[in-house]
């Protein structure tokens, strides 16, 4: 079964600082890999996605991702945070067997920004 | 273009009730997705349709259903209401069922009291 785990709940950084959020995954063969972003009370926007390639994918707003197989970890970063960042951030894993397209995600890591 | 378009926005049930949410795709789009998602979590997988089929089923009770209609709109059905059915449902759309290229929608928010 497919599983992601997002450690930490909830991360404070400065506005213009560098960030990142981590994310793991368990998949037994190279999954599909997922970062979306939420404000309060919306839907979700895809940030970015790994499907295979290049391990650094670039994203919309100035994010990236790198997928490291060894560590099966598939953290977010940005160089610098603007306060409009601030949201809930999500991982999530898809399967790659044909018939099985659910999207499997973690809990979630809530950014703050102070000036 | 529009996008996917989730009515109604919010809705308060009491327990024991049934209630229907909808869900209209994005022109083209032929696949269907549900989630659900409690407050402080991830959004969890219920249903996947793909061209009027059920492609996929979460790990919900048999209160939950749905269904694809010929247009390609949706609709989520939860009978017998609990109190922890209370949740943001967000349905989301692609083109095929097999790109993951979903566009979520802004989700309805449903309350049981």
């Known amino acids: 079964a497919q599983s992601v785990t997002q450690p930490d709940i909830h991360i404070t950084v400065s506005e213009g600082a560098s960030l990142e959020l981590r994310c793991n995954y368990s998949y037994g063969a190279t999954p599909y890999l997922f970062w979306y972003v939420q404000s309060p009370g919306q839907g979700l926007q895809l940030l970015l996605k790994y499907f295979s390639g290049d391990t650094l994918v670039q994203g919309i707003k100035g994010f990236e991702a790198e997928f490291k197989r060894s560590q099966s970890s598939f953290n977010l970063r940005k160089p610098s945070v603007h306060w409009s960042d601030a949201a809930e951030y999500f991982c999530?894993?898809?399967?790659?067997?044909?018939?099985?397209?659910?999207?499997?995600f973690g809990t979630g890591t809530r950014l703050t920004i102070i000036p | 273009d529009a996008g996917v378009t989730q009515s109604p926005t919010h809705l308060i049930k009491t327990r024991g009730q049934h209630v229907t949410l909808r869900c209209s795709p994005i022109?083209?789009?032929?696949?269907v997705s549900w989630y659900q998602q409690v407050l402080g979590q991830g959004p969890q997988f219920i249903f996947q349709?793909?061209?009027?089929?059920?492609?996929g089923r979460g790990n919900f009770p048999d209160r939950f259903s749905a269904r694809q209609f010929p247009n390609y709109s949706s609709e989520l059905n939860v009978n017998a209401l609990l109190l922890g059915d209370s949740a943001l449902y967000l349905c989301a759309s692609s083109q095929d069922s097999a790109n993951y290229g979903y566009t979520f929608g802004s989700g309805t928010r449903l309350t049981v009291v």
């Open positions: 349709y793909y061209e009027k089929e059920e492609r």
């Open positions: 999530a894993v898809g399967a790659t067997n044909f018939g099985n397209e659910k999207l499997t």
């Open positions: 022109s083209g789009h032929k696949s």
